[in-house]
C-alpha cells in the first residue's frame, strides 16, 4: 500500500480544491501496483458533482457569510 499525503512545504495542504485535483492527478498519471491510500482534511468546503448547477445547489448566501469553499468534482452525485 502506497500513502500519499497533500503536504508542501512541510505544511499539511488543506485547501479542498488542491486536494480534489492531487486525487484526479493521481488517478490518471500515478500507476501503481498496490492499493493508495490518500488520507487529507479540508477546510470548510461544499462539493458538488460534476454537472450541478451552483446557482441551485448551493445556498451562496451561507457560503458568503462563512467564508467557505465551493468545489466541483470530476465525477456526478449530489452535493457534500
Do not use: W
Not at 488517478?27 to 482534511?41: A, E, K, V
Amino acid at each position: 500500500m502506497y500513502l500519499i499525503e497533500p503536504i508542501r512545504n512541510g505544511e499539511y495542504i488543506t485547501d479542498g480544491a488542491i486536494a480534489l485535483a492531487m486525487q484526479v492527478y493521481v488517478n490518471q498519471n500515478i500507476f501503481l501496483d498496490d492499493d493508495i491510500l490518500f488520507p487529507y482534511y479540508c477546510d470548510p468546503k461544499v462539493e458538488i458533482g460534476r454537472f450541478q448547477n451552483t446557482a441551485i445547489e448551493v445556498n451562496q448566501d451561507y457560503i458568503d457569510k462563512h467564508s467557505s469553499q465551493v468545489v466541483r468534482r470530476d465525477t456526478g452525485g449530489g452535493a457534500v
